[in-house]
């Protein structure tokens, strides 16, 4: 039996960011809305490697994504610096997270602010109002530990999970997208953009 793992502890000073969702995790276009949480990922001897990931709200695509043993705001921060450059600019989205620490940080709210992305939170302890995150890792470990009780070792942990994110991307097809992968329902969209332009 795994042990459970807490990765959300409240920020008492986060309480102030209001919830911009409200349960609605779509989106009309590429990088308006996006969502982000941290999930453990178990290794031998107990240990843990942590995965913070930027969920786009119009395809389920990854845009942004870091792995690392430590919880601290660094994690969340590279996470959000990733789909950055992956999107070319974030200005105007808003991002969706629990109440962590590392989401609820000073540090955090900078840099949100420096890449002009508005905040936002669901309650406390409400893993509904971060639904699609939730399911992405249930997704996540059942594919990738395939019943196993952890990934071995950090290499192989790191290996197994990048992988895993690649193929989300390119190939895995989820429901909420007619059944294409994310990259393929983002080109969709933008060549259906292209054609009424021209």
């Not at 930027?54 to 996470?79: E, N, P, Q, Y």
């Not at 669901?122 to 992405?136: I, L, P, Q, R, T």
Request: hydrophobic share 35%; with cysteine.
């Amino acid at each position: 039996m795994r042990r459970r793992v807490r990765t959300t502890v409240p920020d008492p000073a986060s309480g102030q960011v209001a919830d911009l969702f409200g349960r609605d995790f779509t989106a009309t276009e590429p990088g308006r809305k996006l969502m982000g949480d941290i999930t453990y990922l178990p290794l031998q001897e107990g240990r843990f490697l942590y995965l913070a990931k930027v969920l786009d709200c119009f395809s389920r695509k990854i845009v942004g994504w870091s792995i690392t043993d430590h919880m601290r705001t660094d994690l969340v921060a590279d996470a959000l610096r990733t789909a950055a450059r992956t999107r070319g600019s974030l200005g105007g989205a808003v991002f969706h997270s629990g109440h962590g620490a590392q989401y609820g940080s000073r540090a955090y709210a900078d840099l949100c602010d420096q890449l002009k992305v508005t905040r936002s939170m669901g309650a406390v302890g409400a893993s509904a109002d971060n639904a699609a995150c939730e399911s992405f890792h249930a997704a996540l470990k059942r594919e990738t530990l395939q019943g196993a009780h952890d990934y071995g070792d950090t290499t192989t942990c790191r290996r197994t999970v990048i992988a895993w994110l690649t193929r989300y991307n390119t190939r895995r097809r989820h429901s909420t997208n007619g059944h294409l992968s994310p990259d393929e329902y983002e080109r969709r969209h933008h060549t259906a953009k292209l054609t009424l332009a021209a």
